[in-house]
T-cell receptor, first 111, second 115 residues
Framework: QKEVEQDPGPLSVPEGAIVSLNCTYS??????FMWYRQYSRKGPELLMY????GNKEDGRFTAQVDKSSKYISLFIRDSQPSDSATYLC???????????FGAGTRLAVHP | GAGVSQSPSNKVTEKGKDVELRCDPISGHTALYWYRQRLGQGLEFLIY????????KSGLPSDRFSAERTGESVSTLTIQRTQQEDSAVYLC?????????????FGPGTRLTVT
């Protein structure tokens, strides 16, 4: 079993839709949870991080962590074509020395 | 300020040749990572440098892979006797310190193709 599982998609939505991206993880010791966005042929960029459980909001983006079910979510409100990218969830390993990434979900927002 | 830079951006090499990839982290960042990203897959951790401490090499897939870092600056990843399965994008990332490893800044990557 992979430590972080993520549905690779692709996910195609119309502009303005609410997008829900999800990951599950296996180790309850993980404390930091990240979402990175990666445009084609670019390096990933950090969107948001959450420590422990709960929600965090930044503009149109909301990150949610449910530690009881080991579930991580990213919601995008009012999605835009510029949101079209691959979204990677990541956790900071229990030893706090590396990030463990999901496979990434490819999102396409069409006008 | 300048972000993380990597060179070359693309590298095509023949099977069996050695390649060297370079990473320039953000100035002042003490932590530096190398990752490998195969087509359509997530990032695979390779190696972690933190200041002058011994690097964490636990992700290197074989002894053909090695990396060095000079102090808190440039790093090079060397792959010897390249194989076709080494074809991937190699990404470098840096973070400010070991207390902010969740916040990593990535370079654009080096796309390696082994023919």
């Amino acid at each position: 079993q992979k430590e972080v599982e993520q549905d690779p998609g692709p996910l195609s939505v119309p502009e303005g839709a609410i997008v829900s991206l999800n990951c599950t993880y296996s180790n309850s010791a993980f404390q930091y949870f990240m979402w990175y966005r990666q445009y084609s042929r670019k390096g990933p960029e950090l969107l948001m991080y959450t420590y422990s459980s709960g929600n965090k909001e930044d503009g149109r983006f909301t990150a949610q962590v449910d530690k009881s079910s080991k579930y991580i979510s990213l919601f995008i409100r009012d999605s835009q074509p510029s949101d079209s990218a691959t979204y990677l969830c990541a956790v900071l390993s229990g030893g706090y020395n590396k990030l463990i990434f999901g496979a990434g979900t490819r999102l396409a927002v069409h006008p | 300020g300048a972000g993380v830079s990597q060179s070359p951006s693309n590298k095509v090499t023949e099977k069996g040749k050695d390649v060297e990839l370079r990473c320039d982290p953000i100035s002042g960042h003490t932590a530096l990572y190398w990752y490998r990203q195969r087509l359509g897959q997530g990032l695979e951790f390779l190696i972690y440098f933190q200041g002058n401490s011994a690097p964490d090499k636990s992700g290197l897939p074989s002894d053909r892979f090695s990396a060095e870092r000079t102090g808190e600056s440039v790093s090079t990843l060397t792959i010897q006797r390249t194989q076709q399965e080494d074809s991937a994008v190699y990404l470098c990332a840096s973070s400010k310190s070991r207390d902010s490893l969740y916040e990593q800044y990535f370079g654009p990557g080096t796309r390696l193709t082994v023919t």
